[in-house]
């Protein structure tokens, strides 16, 4: 979700990657951290760098590299902003010390902990996202990787005294709190500073960014006109016009009650304010489009339960054209919203009330390991495939390491640390669209096969090697060992959790010396940047961290803008993740 910003390395021996200094995302307004003042006095324990590297176990000290961008704070003072704010949004990237702790205070004087935590089975008071009450799961990662935390907060809440309110609370894009109530006697009208606190070890943050909240709407839709076809609700093209008209509003309801259709709004945007704008549509329905200028905004294929879409655009002030499609599915009530946001604007509705009813109640299916592993079949969709893996099984373990393969391939495509799966798309009513999604903290490995020949170590790796799935057996434990026909070898692949890492053993059965289709290796990560912290130990972007025998000869290989960590593999051959 954050990968906006340019990430700038330089390999160090014995330490990880040092990581600029970069800017605020999004639709936020960053926090400037070329020096120090944008926050009151400063105290010596905070200082303004151009990057740091810190080593996930403490074996080397933190070190850091001259120039701007990165705010570093050692246990000490708390450091607060000039910036007073009361209702906001907050985005913050964190980097902590081994055993480090601290917070981040808001404007009602409420403390988020940010802390060393991902070792930690079981949230609680010392967990990262702990306000008074504890985080759903640990969503913490290692030491040395950078951190995301957002939130929407509310400095008071109307009709109830002294409080304040956190809405959400996202830990490495993880939601782990949500609609938290909270003391506040702080005044919330004229507003109060943010402040960063460091209590143990060393702390570094970076892209700083905040929206001011207010309650204005910049932007408005007029002179409404609709079009009402008849056309089946899955029809490519529609073209059987059955009424039209004007509306003072947007809303399906113009429909009149019709159980297939297409509905087609066409009208003025008047914007007061000019900037970047995000809409986001809520329904049901097989479609929902918003063009403006001609231009697609928001493009969406079907939503049974109200699920949201977002696009943004640039508008300059004055009026804009806009179109909107919607389609309703006959077997669902309908239903069409779209919200419009802006930087330091609270969210508002285009849509009439009566357009978005009540969505049905909808469950939240999922599936725990509690004594022993538990495995899933499902489809998974990869990120930026039209297609979904459709031969994919995701294995739980009950120490909270899982992870998914794809059997056609023979490729590790996620893993993630935290809660199981969240199976509610596979089992609900029909199980559509049969979608695993994992509940936890997850991570990116790679779409293509694990195992491959290659001719020698500088050959390309193939999206899908010449592998064919042999089946899977269960160990003693409950975890499945995959067993998979590579060239003129059979390879075993087995993941296990290792209590802190995701450990993972090939075995080589056959004979693979003198064959002709070449030397078998495992690819074992792909980023913009692997860096070799120490023998053996590699960091993957801010991903995860690989590990592997320190005599192993492990290969970091260019990959057109990529890179690729390559291990040879014979007899049996072991690595580990973690993050």
């Not at 009709?159 to 309110?165: M, V």
């Not at 549509?281 to 969406?300: F, H, N």
Request: a neutral charge; glycine letters at 8%; one cysteine or more.
């Amino acid at each position: 979700m954050h990968q906006l910003f340019q990430k700038v390395s330089l390999l160090l021996l014995a330490c990880p990657v040092m990581v600029m200094g970069q800017t605020a995302k999004g639709n936020y307004s960053p926090l400037p951290l070329k020096d120090l003042s944008a926050f009151e006095s400063a105290a010596p324990n905070w200082s303004i760098q151009g990057g740091i590297s810190i080593h996930p176990s403490g074996a080397a000290k933190p070190k850091t590299l001259a120039g701007d961008g990165v705010l570093i704070g050692n246990a000490g003072t708390v450091l607060t902003t000039k910036l007073k704010a009361s209702d906001l949004r907050l985005y913050v990237e964190f980097n902590v010390a081994p055993g480090a702790e601290g917070n981040i205070i808001l404007p009602g004087g409420q403390k988020i902990k940010i802390s060393d935590s991902s070792k930690q089975k079981v949230a609680n008071a010392s967990t990262s996202g702990y306000i008074g009450q504890f985080p759903s799961q640990n969503a913490a990662k290692s030491p040395g990787l950078w951190q995301t935390l957002e939130i929407s907060y509310d400095a008071s809440v109307q009709h109830i005294p002294n409080s304040a309110r956190l809405n959400t609370l996202s830990l490495n894009g993880v939601t782990v709190l949500e609609t938290v109530y909270l003391p506040n006697t702080k005044a919330a009208v004229d507003g109060q500073p943010i402040a960063l606190e460091v209590t143990k070890g060393s702390i570094a943050f970076r892209n700083v960014g905040y929206q001011l909240l207010a309650n204005r709407k910049p932007l408005s839709i007029n002179n409404l006109q609709y079009k009402v076809y008849s056309d089946k609700w899955d029809a490519k093209e529609y073209s059987k016009l059955d009424h039209e008209g004007q509306s003072p509003v947007l809303t399906q309801e113009v429909t009149n009650g019709m159980r297939e259709f297409h509905l087609v709004y066409e009208g003025d945007i008047d914007v007061t304010e000019a900037g970047d704008y995000i809409f986001t549509t809520i329904y049901s329905g097989p479609v929902l489009s918003v063009d403006i200028d001609g231009k697609s905004v928001v493009s969406s294929g079907e939503a049974t339960s109200q699920e949201t879409h977002t696009g943004s655009i640039n508008l300059t002030q004055g009026k804009h054209k806009f179109k909107i499609h919607y389609s309703r599915f006959p077997w669902r009530q309908p239903a069409l919203g779209l919200r419009v946001e802006k930087s330091g604007v609270r969210p508002y509705d285009l849509h009439t009330l009566s357009s978005l009813p009540e969505p049905e109640p909808k469950p939240y299916i999922s599936v725990t390991p509690e004594m022993r592993p538990e495995m899933v079949r499902s489809f998974i969709q990869v990120e930026g495939e039209k297609s979904k893996r459709t031969h994919c099984i995701s294995v739980g373990s009950p120490d909270g390491w899982n992870y998914t393969v794809d059997l056609n391939r023979g490729a590790l495509v996620q893993a993630w640390r935290g809660q199981f799966a969240d199976v509610t798309e596979m089992w609900y009513e029909r199980g559509e669209p049969q979608l695993l999604f994992p509940a936890g903290l997850k991570v990116h490995v790679s779409g293509r096969s694990s195992v491959a020949m290659l001719d020698n170590a500088n050959a390309a790796w193939p999206d899908s090697s010449n592998i064919n799935f042999l089946g899977y057996k269960i160990d003693q434990k409950g975890y499945p060992v995959f067993r998979y026909a590579v060239g003129s070898a059979t390879v075993s692949d087995e993941l296990v959790s290792g209590g802190n890492t995701l450990s993972r053993t090939f075995r080589v059965e056959g004979r693979l010396e003198g064959s002709p289709t070449g030397s078998l290796y495992s690819l074992l990560a792909s980023g913009k940047q692997i860096t070799e912290i120490e023998k053996g130990l590699y960091q993957i972007d801010d991903r995860f961290y690989v590990q592997v025998d320190k005599k192993a000869k492990a290969i970091v290989r260019p990959a057109g803008e990529m890179k690729e960590l390559i291990l040879p593999v014979s007899n049996a051959t072991s690595y580990s993740m973690f993050w």
